[in-house]
């Protein structure tokens, strides 16, 4: 079992950066491909980065691409997501993840998940 909760969102202005964090606990942490996901309301969750187990893989949505970075640092449990020349609609609840396995783009391979926490660009 692994719990994540994620901090770090806000409102900030178009333009600005902003860095989520995730802390996992419980089992094997550095076992598990990390990703982060977003979500407004009335549309299915949509994929935004992963990494694998390493650290050595990153996957990005063509959306973000450029912009954000995801990162982890398995002796501290924690994953990162440092999104950069923020965008009015990048606002979202932005959502990590946890698999046992190869990092994906497809929100039904994920086994855990976090609250989510809100990220919010103005205009």
């Known amino acids: 079992q692994v719990q994540l909760v994620e901090s770090g969102g806000g409102l900030v202005q178009a333009g600005e950066p902003l860095r989520l964090s995730c802390v996992a606990s419980g089992r094997a942490f550095s076992s598990h491909a990390m990703g982060w996901f977003r979500q407004v309301p009335g549309k299915e969750r949509e994929f935004v980065a992963a990494?694998?187990?390493?650290?050595?893989?990153?996957y990005y949505a063509e959306s973000v691409k450029g912009r954000f970075t995801i990162s982890r640092d398995n002796a501290k449990n924690t994953v990162y997501l440092q999104m950069n020349s923020l965008k009015p609609e990048d606002t979202a609840v932005y959502y990590c993840?946890?698999?046992?396995?190869?990092?994906?783009?497809?929100?039904?391979?994920?086994?855990?998940w976090g609250q989510g926490t809100q990220v919010t660009v103005s205009s």
């Open positions: 993840a946890a698999r046992f396995g190869p990092y994906s783009d497809y929100a039904t391979r994920y086994d855990y």
């Open positions: 990494i694998s187990w390493s650290g050595g893989n990153t």
